[in-house]
């Protein structure tokens, strides 16, 4: 018998409804007509050379295997005391820290590990594009909440509306991507109420917490005691210290909720770039890097806010993050996708859509721009928006 051509089998997708990241395909955009990037947010500027230095040197001094699957201790430790002086509550770095290859593996694992088929997971609507897709990996249902029009707020409501029998977890993220909005420490109080008859366990993303503005601490769920018995806070290195291309990041929680997250994370990285591991531990014994982060970025901010505002774009309030969102109607009363795609091709600034950020894919005439860009960049991505 002849062999017929060779075949690749189709196997039934796991995630049928995703396709490109919405992310890429600003960027990809922006690269083919020469647009100022603001979209996918990362920084255009390097690190400290002294970060830098201390990897070389760590791997120079031999640390270049395998560590520990938790993490190398010196930076379970520092993590643990950051923790501590910053919110109060001490996490037992052998226990209760463990190092993850950045924010994304972390969320995803902790999902992995709390949830499975018949669960529901709840997400506030606008919510980062990786939660639903890692909640039906899973095999479990993700279940939008909108947070309320245009502020952005938590309509706490909603959420107690939402919580059933079977709800295993809640996704929080504060300060918030897309929107820069910031939970404030009544909204924790007001979630403690909520979930205390439940056995519902909070993820909370923090990768923008050292990006609070105007004088506001961040109101991390590792300092409010009742919720941080049933949350895993979540952290990145790539926000805080600019190497978003670095992937590594913590998870702080609980002991028993760690156990669970522990048996997911050797399986899928088992552990963490361990040079980069060094070189952190290292970097954060001085903590003037992060608790200068705030001035270094609100500096940033009222400046691109500044510009903006000679513009026909609408300023939404800024809290946190190192994004600002406007109101386009002013301008364009295209769908928000179609109006930055025309922004990057005819105006050459390159924005991210909401919509992408929503279940339904409504537009509101809002989109992002990310300012975690060098001075002369953000000057040059104003001149151009000006023309609108």
């Known amino acids: ?25 600003m960027s990809a955009l922006a690269a083919e007509h020469g647009a100022v990037n603001l979209g996918q947010g990362f920084p255009d500027f390097d690190c400290d050379p002294q970060l830098a230095d201390a990897v070389h040197d760590a791997m120079r001094a031999g640390h270049n295997q395998y560590p520990p699957m938790a993490g190398v201790g010196i930076l379970r430790e520092a993590v643990a005391r950051k923790i501590a002086q910053l919110h109060g509550h001490a996490y037992d770095p052998a226990n209760e820290i463990t190092i993850t290859a950045g ?29 639903v897709p890692n909640i039906e990996l899973a095999g479990a249902r993700a279940v939008r909440v909108p947070l309320s029009e245009r502020t952005f707020r938590p309509d706490f409501d909603a959420i107690g509306a939402a919580l059933t029998s079977r709800t295993r977890a809640l996704i929080v993220n504060s300060p918030h991507n897309p929107t820069g909005t910031v939970w404030h420490p009544t909204d924790l109080d007001r979630l403690a109420d909520l979930l205390r008859p439940t056995e519902v366990v909070v993820i909370s993303d923090e990768v923008y917490e050292h990006m609070v503005y105007d004088g506001a601490p961040h109101a991390s769920f590792s300092g409010h005691a009742e919720l941080a ?46 040079p980069m591991q060094h070189g952190f531990a290292r970097y954060m014994a001085d903590p003037t890097p992060y608790l200068s982060l705030p001035a270094f970025y609100q500096h940033k901010r009222d400046r691109f806010r500044a510009g903006l505002a000679g513009t026909r774009l609408g300023l939404l309030p800024c809290e946190g993050t190192y994004f600002q969102c406007v109101d386009y109607r002013g301008a364009s009363d295209l769908h928000d996708e179609a109006f930055c795609r025309w922004l990057t091709t005819e105006i050459g600034v390159a924005a991210i859509p909401l919509s992408p950020f929503y279940g339904d894919g409504r537009s509101q005439g809002v989109v992002r721009f990310c300012f975690a860009k ?13 023309r609108l």
């Not at 999902?111 to 997971?121: K, S």
Request: with cysteine.
């Open 374 to 386: 060098r001075d002369d960049t953000l000057d040059r991505a104003i001149e151009r928006l000006a």
């Open 103 to 131: 924010a994304t593996q972390a969320i995803l694992t902790a999902v992995l590990a709390m949830a499975g088929p018949g669960d529901e997971v709840i997400v506030l609507d606008p919510c980062y594009d990786s939660y």
């Open 229 to 274: 018995a049933r949350a895993m806070v979540v952290s990145s290195y790539g926000k805080t210290y600019h190497v978003t291309g670095w992937k590594v990041g913590h998870v702080a929680a609980p002991a028993p909720l760690m156990a669970e997250f522990r048996k997911v994370h050797q399986f899928n990285v088992f552990t963490v770039n361990t």
């Open 1 to 25: 018998m002849t062999p017929s051509s060779p075949r690749t089998p189709v196997p039934p997708s796991r995630l049928p409804q995703v396709g490109t990241t919405i992310f890429t395909v």
